[in-house]
């Protein structure tokens, strides 16, 4: 019974934590796309309002590619292999619940942007700056490292048992 709860703790975080950053991904999508193609900060500029400097920042982490999509499913690798312990049950529905409450809010949230900005056309499309494709690289390596970091941790604890 402990093994199942096991399984469903980390079930449950590994999906919760990949949906949550892929959530995340989606909007810094949006914002890199519109500050890259549709000139988001030379707006910001001509309306005589100066751009966000969380956002200046961030904007460098939206994907430039599909593989920059994985980088959610590895993180949410690392976090379940890294739980020792399983939760209650109740405890996992308050998660699904927060995640699913999170996304809609995101979705909802950004959902009016997304329609406002999707009706601008793009004349030609220009490749992602190399700050960009640095710090997608990082973040990927970063998450698979502390996947594969956590999946030899859980090979080798179950090898050592094994032995016992």
Known sequence: MKFLTM???????????????GGLLVCLARLSFDIR??????????AGQTFPVISSLLWYFGP???WSYITPVALGIAI????????????????ILFV?????VLFAACKPYFDLTAGMRIVERKNAPVGA?????????????CAGWQAKKICS??????RN
């Open 80 to 95: 379940a292999l890294r739980i020792q312990f399983p939760f209650r049950k109740r405890s996992l529905v308050f998660i």
């Open 64 to 66: 430039v590619a599909w």
């Open 133 to 145: 494709l640095v710090a997608n690289l990082l973040a990927l390596v970063a998450a698979g490292t």
């Open 37 to 46: 193609y549709l000139g988001l900060i030379d707006q910001y500029g001509r």
């Open 157 to 162: 604890e179950l090898s050592k048992s094994g």
């Open 100 to 104: 699913a409450i999170h996304s809609l």
């Open 7 to 21: 399984l469903a703790t980390r079930i449950v975080l590994g999906i919760s934590v990949c949906v949550l950053t």
